[in-house]
């Protein structure tokens, strides 16, 4: 059993000398829209848009578990443009398993990110029931939330993004909670039997049950920049979906953020969540999957400390098997049945597994320096980022800066390198990620 502190026998202890730390800043060419409700309803002055909205007819609008920049503003313009056109609007969870798979977890998901019933005015019809829209070629049904799909239209809000598992012309998106995140708990499990390095074929054919089937007119699409800001908003009717998702994927691999470094020795991470990523720290950024896929792109980095979750995850600590030291704190934010159910129907198991423990971010850190192989403490190759979103200030070792100095088309140099600071605690402070 593991108490309140881990007491191990560790040779030569952990009173090394960690590199000093300089603050950087990563430049990354952004646009950005600065009017959300303007540039939803730009898209609504669309007469493909426009006219699939029929005056009094009930309009079922999906929202999912990521941290969608300005999410809840999205949701509160496409709601009030919905109405404008004479709908009657609902928001319903489209997140398969998250949010403990449980239609209160679920609300409360939205909650915490700003999607209240106030402020998008517009109820919030949470369930965990489905109906099965129609089965694939191969027998696998294909479900869908039953209160949406009783609905006489559907339209899902969603970010256009890589996936931390899979790589394909489609990946996390429209497609995906049109088909896994309806499908609640019981669909998503059906979908992930088939091996998620199968889903840029299985689907979009499931995505096909549900267009046969069910009233879904259009996506909202969002891509998003390198700082975590609305970058493009997009209607995609349900004729184009297949046709321009992939499309809004390019656009969006093109301008997410990402750490300009070939290799890392330790990466820190000061905070995980599933509003950051699906898998908590997003791979796409730290380069490491264990998925036995191709997986170009990220960073080479040898050791991840991830130091606590975020509140807005509510303990859901999936994709915590991919780091190699987590703190006492963060296990003991943990919440076993919401993880636990996130991975089991992602099939994923490994995801829930409990890298090693230390007591402080101080130990953390230290363990992961002094654990890298031929590398000498002071000469350790270190980044420190708050999370896998937030990557414009960033803290590096000296190791790094005669590649931070030779790149100005790619860093700023924030600060001159300063020791660690750790508190009486041995925690340590989060980088600031402000620009």
Same mark, same amino acid.
């Given at each position: 059993m593991?108490?309140?502190?881990?007491?191990v026998?560790?040779?030569?202890?952990?009173?090394?000398?960690?590199p000093?730390?300089?603050?950087?800043?990563?430049?990354?060419?952004?646009?950005?829209?600065?009017d959300?409700?303007?540039?939803v309803?730009?898209e609504?002055?669309r007469?493909?848009?426009?006219?699939?909205?029929k005056s009094?007819?009930?309009i079922a609008?999906?929202?999912?578990?990521?941290?969608?920049?300005?999410?809840a503003?999205? /949701?509160?313009a496409?709601?009030g443009?919905?109405?404008a056109?004479g709908g009657?609007?609902f928001?319903?969870?489209?997140?398969g398993?998250?949010?403990?798979?449980?239609?209160?977890?679920?609300?409360q998901?939205?909650?915490?990110a700003?999607?209240?019933?106030?402020?998008?005015?517009a109820p919030?019809?949470?369930s965990?029931?489905?109906?099965e /829209?129609?089965?694939?070629?191969?027998?696998?049904?294909?479900?869908?939330?039953a209160?949406?799909?009783a609905?006489?239209?559907?339209?899902?809000?969603n970010?256009i993004?890589?996936?931390?598992?899979?790589r394909?012309?489609?990946?996390?998106?429209?497609?995906k909670?049109?088909t896994?995140g309806m499908?609640?708990i019981?669909?998503a499990?059906?979908l992930?039997?088939h091996?998620m390095?199968?889903?840029p074929?299985?689907?979009?054919?499931?995505?096909?049950v549900?267009?046969?089937?069910?009233?879904f007119?259009?996506g909202?699409a969002a891509?998003e920049?390198?700082?975590?800001?609305t970058?493009?908003i997009?209607c995609i009717?349900?004729a184009?979906?297949?046709?321009?998702e992939?499309?809004?994927?390019v656009?969006?691999?093109?301008?997410?953020?990402?750490l300009?470094?070939?290799e890392?020795?330790?990466?820190?991470?000061?905070?995980?969540?599933?509003?950051?990523?699906?898998?908590?720290?997003?791979?796409?950024?730290?380069?490491?999957?264990?998925?036995?896929v191709?997986?170009?792109?990220?960073? %080479?980095?040898?050791?991840?400390?991830?130091?606590?979750l975020?509140?807005r995850?509510?303990g859901?600590?999936?994709g915590?098997g991919?780091?190699?030291?987590?703190?006492?704190?963060?296990?003991r934010?943990?919440?076993?049945?919401?993880t636990?159910?996130?991975?089991?129907?992602?099939?994923?198991?490994d995801s829930?597994?409990?890298?090693m423990?230390?007591?402080?971010?101080?130990?953390?850190?230290?363990?992961?320096?002094?654990? %890298?192989?031929r590398?000498?403490?002071?000469?350790?190759r270190?980044?420190?980022i708050?999370?896998?979103?937030e990557l414009?200030?960033?803290r590096?070792?000296?190791?790094?800066?005669?590649?931070?100095?030779?790149?100005?088309e790619?860093?700023?140099?924030?600060s001159?390198p300063?020791?660690?600071?750790?508190?009486?605690?041995?925690?340590l402070?989060?980088?600031d990620a402000?620009?």
């Amino acid at each position: 059993m593991i108490e309140d502190r881990v007491e191990v026998n560790i040779a030569g202890g952990l009173d090394i000398a960690l590199p000093p730390m300089a603050s950087v800043r990563q430049k990354f060419t952004t646009t950005r829209v600065d009017d959300i409700a303007a540039a939803v309803a730009r898209e609504f002055a669309r007469p493909e848009i426009r006219s699939s909205i029929k005056s009094g007819a009930r309009i079922a609008v999906g929202c999912g578990s990521r941290g969608v920049a300005n999410y809840a503003h999205i /949701a509160r313009a496409v709601i009030g443009e919905i109405k404008a056109l004479g709908g009657d609007a609902f928001v319903f969870p489209a997140m398969g398993s998250h949010g403990a798979a449980t239609a209160e977890g679920q609300r409360q998901v939205l909650e915490g990110a700003g999607i209240t019933e106030n402020y998008v005015g517009a109820p919030i019809r949470a369930s965990m029931d489905t109906i099965e /829209a129609g089965r694939m070629a191969d027998g696998t049904p294909v479900h869908a939330d039953a209160i949406a799909a009783a609905a006489d239209g559907i339209v899902l809000i969603n970010r256009i993004k890589p996936h931390t598992t899979f790589r394909g012309a489609i990946e996390s998106g429209i497609t995906k909670m049109l088909t896994v995140g309806m499908g609640k708990i019981k669909g998503a499990a059906q979908l992930h039997t088939h091996g998620m390095d199968r889903f840029p074929t299985v689907l979009p054919q499931a995505a096909d049950v549900v267009m046969a089937r069910l009233p879904f007119l259009f996506g909202v699409a969002a891509v998003e920049n390198a700082h975590d800001e609305t970058a493009l908003i997009e209607c995609i009717p349900a004729a184009r979906l297949h046709a321009r998702e992939p499309e809004l994927l390019v656009m969006a691999k093109d301008k997410m953020a990402r750490l300009f470094f070939d290799e890392i020795d330790v990466l820190v991470i000061d905070e995980m969540g599933k509003e950051i990523s699906g898998t908590g720290f997003d791979p796409n950024v730290t380069g490491r999957n264990k998925r036995f896929v191709d997986w170009p792109g990220g960073p %080479i980095v040898k050791k991840i400390a991830v130091l606590s979750l975020t509140e807005r995850t509510h303990g859901n600590a999936t994709g915590v098997g991919s780091a190699d030291i987590i703190t006492m704190r963060l296990f003991r934010a943990i919440d076993l049945g919401p993880t636990y159910a996130n991975c089991i129907t992602s099939t994923f198991l490994d995801s829930a597994a409990i890298p090693m423990i230390m007591n402080t971010d101080r130990e953390a850190v230290q363990l992961a320096v002094k654990t %890298i192989l031929r590398v000498k403490p002071a000469d350790a190759r270190v980044v420190h980022i708050r999370n896998t979103l937030e990557l414009q200030r960033i803290r590096v070792s000296a190791p790094l800066l005669a590649e931070v100095r030779s790149q100005p088309e790619r860093f700023e140099m924030l600060s001159e390198p300063m020791p660690w600071v750790f508190g009486a605690d041995g925690g340590l402070a989060k980088v600031d990620a402000a620009a």
